[in-house]
Nanobody, 123 residues
């Protein structure tokens, strides 16, 4: 059974930093595109960042570009999201995902999901 487990969420003041981790079982990691999504109360789950397994190409939503960095450690089967200059509007539950879809931007591109980790940014 493939599994993804996020960690690293918490409460931080605006302007601060957090690093999220996503530990994956081999089947959920391997040759998969990986991504981070987030969901705030009353809002749809949205793409935050993604990385393609074959090329290592990354992409980000406009709202986090320049502040967040996605990376993966294949040896550790772990995905990271380094978040800096955090804003109150970044408050959400963050989910990591792995998949074999044709792109990295859409929920439908991903087959495996973690349970989520809460990030709260206070003003």
């Amino acid at each position: 059974q493939a599994q993804l487990v996020e960690s690293g969420g918490g409460l931080v003041q605006a302007g601060g930093s957090l690093r999220l981790s996503c530990a994956a079982s081999g089947r959920a990691f391997g040759t998969k595109n990986l991504g981070w999504f987030r969901q705030s109360p009353g809002k749809e789950r949205e793409f935050v960042a993604g990385i393609k397994w074959r090329t290592g190409t990354t992409d980000y939503s406009d709202s986090v570009k320049g502040r967040f960095t996605i990376s993966r450690d294949n040896a550790k089967n772990t995905l990271y999201l380094q978040m800096s200059s955090l804003k109150p509007e970044d408050t959400a539950v963050y989910y990591c995902a792995a998949g074999v879809g044709g792109s990295i931007w859409f929920i439908s591109d991903y087959n495996y999901w973690g349970q989520g980790t809460q990030v709260t940014v206070s003003s």
